[in-house]
């Protein structure tokens, strides 16, 4: 039986791959697309604690040279009155920094790291069915072939077809209520912008975001509250007649944010804020669930892909640590289920209060409350490779 087989070569399986051949197992990546990814351009933000899973996983280094560093946080008004100016997570480490970065290039990075350390990525190998007894699992691809091991890894995101296997009646994800567009322009906009900087704006009609990289490329997002973009409406819908839906929202406030938008060429995307319900089934006798796949929440609280990269080291140490798969599983899923639920109901607050929660909005939320960001001593041990993880059996 072939080892562990991962189903989803995005960020939470191209994690979870690099720490399961650390701990010295048996590994294989099956992605559904034929290349290295299905970007269309989007940016992410990765916070010092997905930057600290990865250093557990030694793949700290390579994403470190992607991108660009993010230190600081402004939040202004729609008067663009400042409101806060915080420091981000650990700003002078240059390994565990926040960072901005292409999807794709995260996603080619986490592959080359794969193939250099000599893991195995099947491209076009879509799974369809799965079947699990007491010792193993068969799954199943689009293409007629299958394969067998030990456990499957479903790292396979959102609309997890590992996830519905599992649970043919498990919910699938929901409309959280915002349509998040986001973009880029080179064109000299007249931003007030460090480049180690990223300024929230608590629009009257949007919660936006922009950062300018030192190429002097202005980065940006709106969420907006309404009614979902249905898939017609993305498909016929051109980034001119996008540009021109947001610019009523934003030109009423006396910030940068309507100048950034009406800068912006063809690069302007739109999709929608979507969350699975906590309470997702995660485990059946040889499956785990990881990453969206399990706890996909609405992007405010800008933290999916740093909880898929802790998602990766607790799943390897606990099946490092334990005496058998089933412990594993229920210690993975004990340590990880408070905290990635916590940030989809967090997540889903900050989106249902639309651009002005009392009392706070956006990532700042985050940092007054105990937010996911926050890397503290109860985190750094979780995730320490060297320390046996609690409940293991290891650590007694
Ligand atoms: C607009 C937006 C902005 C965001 N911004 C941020 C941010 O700033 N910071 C942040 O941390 N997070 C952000 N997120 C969330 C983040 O993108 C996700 O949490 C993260 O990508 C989850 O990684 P994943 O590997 O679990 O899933 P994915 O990245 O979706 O990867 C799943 C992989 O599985 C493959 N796959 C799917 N089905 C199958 C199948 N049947 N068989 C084989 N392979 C399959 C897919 O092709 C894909 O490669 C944002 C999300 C959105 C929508």
Redesign the pocket.
């Known amino acids: 039986m072939a080892g562990i087989m991962v ?7 191209t994690a979870t791959a690099l720490a399961l051949h650390k701990a010295g197992f048996e590994v294989t990546v ?4 034929p290349d290295t ?2 970007d269309i351009g ?6 010092s604690n ?1 930057m600290r899973a990865l250093a557990q996983i030694d793949a700290a280094e390579p994403v470190a040279g992607l991108g660009f560093p993010i230190s600081r946080m402004n939040v202004i008004d729609e008067t663009g009155t400042e409101l806060a100016a915080v420091p981000l997570g650990e700003p002078d480490h240059p390994l565990t920094r926040y960072r901005c970065l292409r ?1 794709a290039e995260l ?1 080619a990075a986490l592959q080359h790291e794969l193939r250099r350390r000599g893991i195995p990525i099947r491209h076009a ?4 069915a799965l079947r699990e007894d007491e010792t193993g699992a068969t799954v199943e ?1 689009a293409d007629g072939s299958s394969a067998t091991g030990e456990l499957v890894v479903g ?8 996830r519905s296997q599992l649970d043919p009646a498990a919910p699938g994800p929901e409309y959280a209520g915002q349509r ?1 567009f ?1 973009g880029y322009t080179t064109a000299a906009v007249p931003v007030d912008g460090e480049p180690d900087r990223i300024t929230m704006v608590r629009g009257s009609g949007a919660a936006f975001g922009y950062l300018v990289s030192p190429a002097a490329e202005t980065y940006w ?1 709106a969420r907006v509250p309404g009614p979902a973009a249905t898939a017609e409406e993305i498909a016929g819908t051109t980034p001119e007649q996008w540009r021109e839906h947001l610019l009523p929202l934003l030109r009423p406030d006396r910030t940068p944010a309507a100048d950034i938008v009406a800068a912006t060429d063809e690069r302007l995307m739109v ?1 929608n ?2 969350h699975l319900a906590p309470g997702t089934r995660w485990q059946g006798r040889r499956t785990v669930l ?4 399990a706890h ?2 609405s ?1 405010a609280t ?7 990269l802790e998602d990766a080291v607790v799943l390897a140490k606990a099946l490092r640590d334990a005496d058998t798969t089933a412990s594993a599983l229920d210690c993975y899923e004990l340590h990880r289920r408070p905290r990635v639920e916590q940030n989809i109901t967090v997540s889903a607050q900050l989106t249902a209060s639309r651009t002005r929660p009392p009392g706070s909005s956006g990532p700042q939320a985050q940092d007054s409350a105990r937010p996911a960001s926050r890397v503290d001593d109860e985190l750094i041990r979780l995730l320490d490779w060297d320390t046996p993880l609690p409940g293991s059996g290891r650590d007694a």
Do not use: K, N
Request: negative net charge.
């Open positions: 189903i989803g070569g995005g960020i939470a399986g099956h992605e559904a697309h990814g299905e989007a940016f992410l933000t990765l916070a997905g999807r996603g190998a879509r799974l369809t691809f790292a396979d995101g959102l609309r997890s077809t590992v998040v986001y997002f999709t804020a979507l990881i990453g969206d796949a996909a929440a992007p800008g933290q999916g892909a740093s909880m898929a």
